[in-house]
């Protein structure tokens, strides 16, 4: 007796049965390159190798505790930034 399905005792229709799992796993594959894509373009900017600039505030400071400048010039300058 001649098949249909070219002898296959399943036939088609059991990967008919299967496609929700073939479904959800394009999905997922979807959301996992989204997410990943997403923390590359984020993780990219918020680390970072170099150090931040000193602000000025900083540097006065850095220079009245090495002596460079005397307590009055540092409390002038420090009324110049804020």
């Known amino acids: 007796m001649y098949s249909w399905d070219g002898g296959n005792m399943m036939g088609y229709g059991a990967w008919w049965g299967m496609g929700w799992l073939f479904m ?3 999905w997922l594959a979807i959301i996992l390159a989204v997410v990943a894509l997403l923390k590359w373009l984020l993780g990219s900017s ?4 170099e150090p931040r ?3 000025a505030l900083e540097i006065l ?14 409390q002038e300058k420090k009324r110049d930034l804020g």
């Not at 918020?46 to 190798?49: E, G, L, Q, V, W």
């Open 24 to 26: 959800a796993l394009f």
């Open 46 to 49: 918020a680390r970072s190798d």
């Open 53 to 55: 600039p000193k602000d």
């Open 61 to 74: 400071k850095e220079r009245y505790a090495r002596g460079e400048i005397g307590r009055e010039e540092f």
